[in-house]
Nanobody, 124 residues
Framework: QVQLVESGGGLVQAGGSLRLSCAASGRTFSTYAMGWFRQAPGKEREIVAAINWSGGRTYYADSVKGRFTISRDNAKNTVYLQMNSLKPEDTAVYYC?????????????????WGKGTLVTVSS
């Protein structure tokens, strides 16, 4: 079992930055691919970024490429999402997720574990 706790959300002006963190419990964190997802009001949950177990492979949604960076520190059981040049359309609840299969994270298919989310609000 893996428990995920997100933090770092908040209110920021357009053009600003935030760094989200996701702390994972358990000693098997380094064996999991991780992902950040978001869900805006009235919209479906969508992938933002994913990272494989070693950090050597990453994926980004087109809407965040060049602005967001996903990273992980396996020694700290933590995955991060650095968000720069934020836009009002980035406003959403951001969720952290874990799965043993990188492909499952990228395709949002049967993901094993989810956090409860953290709200990011970008004002114009």
């Amino acid at each position: 079992q893996v428990q995920l706790v997100e933090s770092g959300g908040g209110l920021v002006q357009a053009g600003g930055s935030l760094r989200l963190s996701c702390a994972a419990s358990g000693r098997t964190f380094s064996t999991y691919a991780m992902g950040w997802f978001r869900q805006a009001p009235g919209k479906e949950r969508e992938i933002v970024a994913a990272i494989n177990w070693s950090g050597g492979r990453t994926y980004y949604a087109d809407s965040v490429k060049g602005r967001f960076t996903i990273s992980r520190d396996n020694a700290k059981n933590t995955v991060y999402l650095q968000m720069n040049s934020l836009k009002p359309e980035d406003t959403a609840v951001y969720y952290c997720a874990a799965d043993r299969q990188y492909g499952s994270v990228v395709t949002l298919n049967g993901i094993d574990f989810w956090g409860k989310g953290t709200l990011v609000t970008v004002s114009s």
